[in-house]
């Protein structure tokens, strides 16, 4: 499965960040996370297409996911935009069913996009 993001770009402080990503096929879960160099990857939500979204407790405040009915889209959008949230984001996805505990789990996903970088300047 190929995975395509969007919505990327320069962002205020303050403002929010609408992300979609969109699967080239079916998959059984999605998720978002974010990468800033020399960090490691931080999970931001992810969901089991017809099931109820796990977020990160650090931005579970801030984000909200959704998916179309297809089960190829997963939205993001993020408020309360902070320059700390400055980094490259990811989209995620599987074919196989997850447990809703592992959602977070970047290593179980299979399938990734090439990123959509977000800068929020103050």
């Known amino acids: 499965v190929q995975l395509r993001e969007s919505g990327g770009g320069s962002v205020q402080a303050r403002g929010s960040l609408h992300l979609s990503c969109v699967a080239s096929?079916?998959?059984?879960?999605m998720g978002w996370f974010r990468q800033v160099p020399v960090k490691e990857r931080e999970p931001l939500a992810a969901v089991q297409i017809g099931g109820r979204p796990n977020y990160a407790d650090p931005v579970k405040r801030r984000v909200f996911v959704s998916t179309n009915n297809a089960g190829n889209m997963l939205n993001l959008q993020m408020n309360r935009l902070e320059p700390m949230d400055t980094a490259m984001y990811y989209c995620?996805?599987?074919?196989?069913?997850?447990?809703?505990?592992?959602?977070?789990?970047?290593?179980?996903?299979?399938?990734w996009g090439q990123g959509t970088q977000v800068t929020v300047s103050s």
């Open positions: 096929g079916l998959t059984s879960a």
């Open positions: 995620a996805a599987r074919s196989a069913p997850i447990n809703w505990e592992d959602l977070l789990r970047g290593e179980l996903y299979t399938s």
